[in-house]
């Protein structure tokens, strides 16, 4: 198992951007896929986007689609998620999650951060 560390979550209005950031223990990092969900309250975890770990294949969630990019940075062990246009709705907990065995599936994940918190008022 990696740990994993995310940064970036706050307060923004809606229509603003926010870019998250999770950088990753390892030596292997540019093998994981890595991806990015979150849970709003009272809701079920939900995907929002995936990256393989040459940055050649990405998959987005439709409600985040044109909106979210995921990005990453294999020489700083680091995973990012660019989030513009951002809406109340997008309001939660977002988690970063690896799959160490290079596995490009947006659910399967054997390593999980802590959460960041993104909250965005009307």
């Known amino acids: 198992q990696v740990q994993l560390v995310e940064s970036g979550g706050g307060l923004v209005q809606a229509g603003d951007s926010l870019r998250l950031s999770c950088t990753a223990s390892?030596?292997?990092?540019?093998?994981?896929?890595m991806g990015w969900l979150r849970q709003a309250p009272g809701k079920e975890r939900e995907f929002v986007g995936v990256i393989s770990g040459s940055s050649s294949h990405t998959y987005y969630a439709d409600s985040v689609k044109g909106r979210f990019t995921v990005s990453r940075d294999n020489a700083k062990n680091t995973v990012y998620l660019q989030m513009n246009n951002l809406k109340p709705e997008d309001t939660a907990v977002y988690y970063c999650?690896?799959?160490?065995?290079?596995?490009?599936?947006?659910?399967?994940?054997?390593?999980w951060g802590q959460g960041t918190q993104v909250t965005v008022s009307s």
């Open positions: 390892g030596r292997t990092f540019s093998r994981y896929v």
């Open positions: 999650a690896a799959n160490t065995r290079g596995v490009f599936k947006p659910f399967e994940y054997d390593s």
